[in-house]
T-cell receptor, first 112, second 110 residues
Framework: KAGVTQTPRYLIKTRGQQVTLSCSPISGHRSVSWYQQTPGQGLQFLFEYFSETQRNKGNFPGRFSGRQFSNSRSEMNVSTLELGDSALYLC???????????FGSGTRLTVV | DAKTTQPNSMESNEEEPVHLPCNHSTISGTDYIHWYRQLPSQGPEYVIHGLTSNVNNRMASLAIAEDRKSSTLILHRATLRDAAVYYCIPLNFGNEKLTFGTGTRLTIIP
């Protein structure tokens, strides 16, 4: 079966711009989470969606937002990009609590 | 969130068993213990999880202490492909937010 698909794989943006990242979960998975990974902070939770509702949110500024569509696909948006937003952004989906999360390969965002 | 303590790094010879420890003394009674690993240049990968009893799957075994304050991930026969950072994560059903610590970097020696 197809895994979690994230697009694009790589992205270069300029400070002040905004960016939208996309995630297609495994078919049937209704929970989608987003994580940011940087060398300094490691893996940090951004937010989690289930059936189009945000259930959990991490400690990130309001510039970071997300949404989930009725087909469970999810997008995250970062507005007014800063250099420190350069990171690997990972999406994970889950069928239910049991069985764990399946992660995508991530989108590497570079802000210049 | 329950705090976890793992060794920063461990080494093991190829084809030998590996025991990766994790202390989670502040774990709540309803927290499951999850283990994930991250291979170089990849997203994290689910390994195994358990609540009280020891658990086995095709990838590994999970041994949970009777008081649940610690657990050990067991790779029965390490291969080079098992070289990764391993994370132990207490997770409460309904609060599905994975809190990754610094994990244990496992090096496999050929």
């Amino acid at each position: 079966k197809a895994g979690v698909t994230q697009t694009p794989r790589y992205l270069i943006k300029t400070r002040g711009q905004q960016v939208t990242l996309s995630c297609s979960p495994i078919s049937g998975h209704r929970s989608v989470s987003w994580y940011q990974q940087t060398p300094g902070q490691g893996l940090q939770f951004l937010f989690e969606y289930f059936s189009e509702t945000q259930r959990n949110k991490g400690n990130f500024p309001g510039r970071f937002s997300g949404r989930q569509f009725s087909n469970s696909r999810s997008e995250m948006n970062v507005s007014t990009l800063e250099l420190g937003d350069s990171a690997l952004y990972l999406c994970a989906s889950s069928l239910a609590f049991v069985g764990g999360y399946t992660f995508g390969s991530g989108t590497r965002l570079t802000v210049v | 969130d329950a705090k976890t303590t793992q060794p920063n790094s461990m080494e093991s010879n190829e084809e030998e068993p590996v025991h990766l420890p994790c202390n989670h003394s502040t774990i709540s009674g309803t927290d499951y213990i999850h283990w994930y690993r991250q291979l170089p240049s990849q997203g994290p990968e689910y390994v195994i999880h358990g609540l009280t009893s020891n658990v086995n799957n095709r990838m590994a075994s999970l041994a949970i202490a009777e008081d649940r304050k610690s657990s050990t991930l067991i790779l029965h026969r390490a291969t080079l492909r098992d070289a990764a950072v391993y994370y132990c994560i207490p997770l409460n059903f309904g609060n599905e937010k994975l809190t990754f610590g610094t994990g244990t970097r496992l090096t496999i020696i050929p």
